[in-house]
């Protein structure tokens, strides 16, 4: 069993940087796929950024990348998301998602991809 707590989200101007953080509990976070997801009021919720396990590569949504880096501190297990450039459609609750490699299926950009799931952490980003 894997538990996801994310942090960092908070009210941001357009232009602005904020970095959220993934740790996790009960598991090596090593060799598990990691990806964020966000989820803006009455929209569905939607891929961000993937890390497959350390070592592995990454993939965006192309609305973030560019913008948005994706990258983990193994001797910390926690998966960050550096966030730069800031716009009000990034508003969201971003949510953090977790799981093993022996499960993954190769559809990183797929909420259904993933056994485990943060709380969430809001984000907004102010005109």
């Known amino acids: 069993q894997v538990q996801l707590v994310e942090s960092g989200g908070g009210l941001v101007q357009a232009g602005g940087s904020l970095r959220l953080s993934c740790a996790a509990t009960g598991r090596t976070f090593s060799s598990y796929a990691v990806s964020w997801f966000r989820q803006a009021p009455g929209k569905e919720r939607e891929f961000v950024a993937a890390?497959?396990?350390?070592?592995?590569?990454?993939h965006y949504a192309d609305s973030v990348k560019g913008r948005f880096t994706i990258s983990r501190d193994n001797t910390k297990n926690t998966v960050y998301l550096g966030m730069n450039s800031l716009k009000p459609e990034d508003t969201a609750v971003y949510y953090c998602a977790a799981d093993s490699s022996a499960r993954y299926s190769g559809m990183h950009y797929s909420r259904y991809e993933y056994a485990y799931w943060g709380q969430g952490t809001q984000v907004t980003v102010s005109s």
């Open positions: 890390n497959l396990w350390s070592g592995g590569t990454t």
